[in-house]
């Protein structure tokens, strides 16, 4: 069954772009039904990506988006976010991937005290726009209670530091710079460009998503997204595993 693939390859790298989905009449949303439920945002069930004039958020511009999680500033933070392309007839525009798993694993090994840190001081997310303020605390890196790797967060637009005694704040900088610094460097970092058809579904708590710049004269750029939770995705991989005897 394609949807097990689909659905084995997302939970193993945390991805997975699927090709020539219809692009018409806002498919995403019965594709997103289709594995699970669409978790509704500030943003609406769905929303369009394109530059528009009076942005609300960074996202609706061509300038270049550095690698970030969204929704930081929700609770829970939504798991996943389907990107769907309908046209991209400009040269840029690419999509930028980057595993914040693996850089809080490097993170762990070469630089403990940064990782300490990062993980251990809650800063505040914050949204604000006409309609709505949102706001969440969390640590750049979450450990669960057996300080296992849970998720990270990474919004530097959105997120507020709070008063600590200057050693721990200087070194929290460092870290935080430092952090920003794997984030954004060509180790860590895929780069492709979503095709018209191309519909990319990525775990946001685990992955850091970006795009290069584009010229708007070129041509369009549109994608549709939208967010699903883990829960009803989790159950839809138990119920496919079940139907065709898959352990």
Known sequence: DEMLEILKSFYKNGFVVISNVPTKDNFIVKFANSIGSIR????????????????????????PLSPHTDNPYRKPIPNIQ?????????????????????????????????FKILTEVKVKFRFVDKDTILESWSELIHLDENKNFKNVRFSPRLDYVPPMEKKKLDLYYEARKYLSDLYNSDKYRIEFKLMPGDLMMMDNHRLLHGRTAFNPNEGKRFLQGCYLDFDSTEGKLRHLKRKFQIN
Do not use: M, Q, W
């Open 40 to 63: 509704r945002t500030n943003f609406g069930e769905y929303f369009n990506v394109k530059s528009k004039p009076n942005p609300n958020d960074l996202a609706y511009t061509p300038l």
């Open 82 to 114: 389907l990107l769907h392309c309908i046209e991209n007839g400009v040269s840029g525009g690419y999509s930028t991937l980057v595993d914040g798993f693996s850089v809080a694993e490097s993170l762990k090994k070469n630089h403990p005290d940064f």
